[in-house]
């Protein structure tokens, strides 16, 4: 008989095999690079159009620029996470992940882990870097906030969050819907379909605004938060229970049914 | 060993496996028979843990597949060749699975000198003929050099030097004291690889036998006998209570008696005999004969 293996060395050993079968296929690149370079690129392009407006005419906060240009990167990561589970059903190569590693809760955590990692790396590169493009424009017109300014670090940091939050739903749907364009349909639905009721009249647009995520990422970024929604701690947690919630349902789901 | 004790496996109102029991022991290439839609491939799924079963148990060396650590040194399986992601190359496909289990980049580099893919080692999945894909496949399979071996119609699609080349494969695999359960719905593919026979038909046990007995069993072995008094020797045998027909060529097809008591038989009554030859069924007869019942779709007969 072979000695034990450590719990460590077994986690390693699956953390290992996620992260080469991520690096090994070229949709990773791709979509890491929409992920980035879209939103870097709106950043860019929102300072030129502030370089240019005329005399005081400021976004409604210095911070939001930023946030929102990372909204176009959304889709890209969310893909990036869908398809770690769904290409593996849509050619059946699951069977064979499953039979090497029968604990099936250990393969989607690595999915997680190893695609959270790299989208968390990606969100905060993109966070800072639309900040630096941002505030060099509105510096110059000395409307911008600098990173030494009071909860500026943490808004953006906060912020960066975004991509990491998008990209683990990501993973946790695509075991649950088993298939990539229903994986992705399911992940645009739970994230722009809320945001929507958003327009109810008061008070019940904000009541359910500030549960929706895009809404709950625009809180903790915000210089200056809406009132009408959850304060930023709050909102963090909003936005870290949609993914926190969708991988406990794939988690609870996944070793429930037939592969 | 491979222990299967009362199996039933059901999805919605279709029965897969029905109470299916059996063993498969090491030192031998066991054969896996069924007509398509028989079980073969859910039992096996369900061996390897990835269907649960209705009722009824699987176990792999005494153990149930959920519970193995580093599963890949106890069980090697083949079930679907092309259940790969086409864009990662081979080297990275088999590392990615030895990695799970604690197996080593050498071990994956041995791997693809043994099945021959060493020059397309670095080569994208999608360029692999189906050829190629089972080899990489059987490769993944011995990546733990596991003690027990499945592999679901591992010769399906291949050309005859691919066939010849896994049948070798599993015979000297079973011979290093390996347990290999080879699926097929060819029986004419298993008699020239398998010494056991596990027989299945919608998903019930048909037969547990070894080939040579299988073919024994059969009812529709005769001796073909030819003679110039070929009228007169058929009434000699019918009157042993044998029974003779008639063959269109004027031969006699006789069962019940056996050639040397023909032979005697018609020696004692000095009754010259061109051909006396002892005919057994093909094992693809043999099991028909076992399977007809149970297939659940057939071809009308024109």
Same mark, same amino acid.
């Given at each position: 008989?072979?000695?034990?293996?450590?719990?460590?060395?077994?986690?390693?050993?699956?953390?290992?095999?996620?992260?080469?079968? +991520?690096?090994?296929? !070229?949709?990773?690149?791709?979509?890491?690079?929409?992920?980035?370079?879209?939103? =870097?690129?709106?950043? &860019? /392009?929102?300072?030129?159009? +502030?370089?240019?407006?005329?005399?005081?005419?400021?976004?409604?906060?210095?911070? +939001?620029?930023?946030?929102?240009?990372?909204?176009?990167?959304?889709?890209?990561v969310g893909v990036l996470g869908v398809l770690a589970f769904s290409t593996e059903y849509g050619t059946g190569l699951i069977r064979t992940t499953f039979a090497a590693v029968p604990r099936r809760r250990a393969v989607l955590a690595a999915k997680a882990a190893v695609i959270g990692a790299l989208t968390l790396v990606a969100g905060e590169v993109v966070a800072f870097a639309s900040f630096a493009l941002v505030q060099a424009v509105l510096s110059g017109k000395?409307?911008?906030?600098?990173?030494?300014?009071?909860?500026?670090?943490?808004?953006? +940091?906060?912020?960066? /969050? @975004? @991509?990491?939050?998008?990209?683990?739903?990501?993973?946790? *749907?695509?075991? =649950?819907?088993?298939?990539?364009?229903?994986? =992705? &349909?399911?992940?645009?639905?739970?994230?722009?379909?809320?945001? =929507? *009721?958003?327009?109810?009249?008061?008070?019940?647009?904000? !009541?359910?605004?500030?549960?929706? /995520?895009?809404?709950?990422?625009?809180?903790?970024?915000? /210089?200056?938060?809406?009132?009408?929604l959850f304060a930023p701690a709050a909102s963090l947690l909003v936005m870290l229970a949609w993914p926190a919630l969708t991988l406990l349902a794939a988690a609870f789901l996944i070793t429930r049914r037939d592969a | 060993m491979i222990e299967v004790d009362q199996l039933v496996k059901r999805f919605g109102v279709v029965t897969a496996v029905d109470g299916l029991s059996f063993t498969v022991r090491p030192g031998h290439?066991?054969?896996?028979?069924?007509?398509?839609?028989? $079980?073969? #491939?859910? #039992?096996?799924?369900?061996?390897?843990?990835?269907?649960?079963?209705?009722?009824? #148990?699987?176990?792999?060396?005494?153990?149930?597949?959920? %519970?193995?650590?580093?599963?890949?040194?106890?069980?090697?399986?083949?079930?679907?060749?092309?259940a790969l992601h086409p864009g990662r190359t081979a080297t990275a496909h088999l590392a990615s699975i030895?990695?799970?289990?604690?197996?080593?980049r050498g071990r994956v580099a041995e791997m693809l000198r043994l099945t021959g893919l060493e020059a397309v080692a670095n080569r994208r999945l999608k360029g692999f003929s189906l050829g190629m894909k089972q080899r990489l496949g059987i490769a993944v399979a011995l990546l733990g050099d596991p003690p027990v071996l499945m592999f679901d119609e591992p010769v399906n699609g291949l050309d005859t030097e691919g066939i010849a080349w896994i049948r070798q494969f599993m015979r000297a695999l079973a011979a290093d004291g390996r347990t290999v359960l080879v699926s097929s719905h060819l029986m004419s593919e298993m008699a020239q690889t398998a010494d056991r026979l596990i027989v299945i038909g919608r998903?019930?046990?048909?037969?547990?036998?070894?080939?040579?007995?299988?073919?024994?069993?059969?009812?529709?072995?005769?001796?073909?006998?030819?003679?110039?008094?070929?009228?007169?020797?058929?009434?000699?045998?019918?009157?042993? $209570?044998?029974?003779?027909?008639?063959?269109?060529? %004027? %031969?006699?097809?006789?069962?019940?008696?056996?050639?040397?008591?023909i032979g005697d038989l018609a020696a004692e009554h000095g009754i010259a005999v061109h051909a006396l030859i002892p005919r057994s069924p093909s094992l693809e007869e043999a099991y028909l004969d076992l399977t007809g019942e149970s297939t659940d779709f057939r071809a009308a007969t024109p």
């Open positions: 008989m072979t000695a034990p293996v450590p719990l460590a060395v077994r986690a390693r050993d699956v953390l290992t095999s996620e992260w080469t079968k +991520l690096r090994s296929v !070229r949709s990773t690149y791709w979509t890491l690079l929409v992920a980035v370079a879209t939103p =870097i690129g709106i950043s &860019a /392009l929102v300072a030129v159009v +502030l370089s240019h407006a005329p005399g005081k005419q400021t976004p409604v906060d210095p911070l +939001l620029p930023g946030l929102i240009s990372q909204e176009y990167a959304v889709l890209a000395h409307l911008g906030v600098s990173l030494s300014h009071p909860g500026v670090p943490g808004a953006v +940091l906060a912020g960066g /969050l @975004l @991509l990491f939050v998008v990209a683990t739903m990501g993973v946790g *749907l695509g075991s =649950i819907v088993r298939h990539t364009a229903g994986g =992705i &349909a399911a992940l645009v639905g739970l994230i722009f379909l809320p945001a =929507i *009721l958003g327009v109810l009249p008061a008070p019940w647009g904000a !009541r359910i605004a500030r549960f929706t /995520l895009l809404d709950a990422a625009r809180q903790v970024t915000a /210089l200056h938060p809406a009132t009408d | 290439v066991t054969g896996f028979l069924g007509p398509n839609g028989a $079980g073969k #491939t859910t #039992t096996m799924r369900v061996i390897l843990g990835l269907d649960a079963p209705t009722s009824g #148990t699987a176990r792999v060396n005494e153990k149930s597949y959920a %519970g193995l650590i580093r599963p890949l040194h106890q069980v090697g399986a083949l079930l679907d060749a092309s030895a990695q799970s289990n604690g197996i080593g998903g019930r046990l048909i037969a547990d036998t070894t080939t040579a007995q299988l073919l024994e069993s059969s009812t529709r072995s005769d001796v073909l006998v030819r003679s110039p008094r070929a009228a007169e020797l058929a009434d000699l045998i019918k009157a042993r $209570g044998a029974t003779v027909k008639p063959e269109e060529d %004027g %031969g006699l097809a006789v069962t019940g008696l056996d050639a040397p008591a």
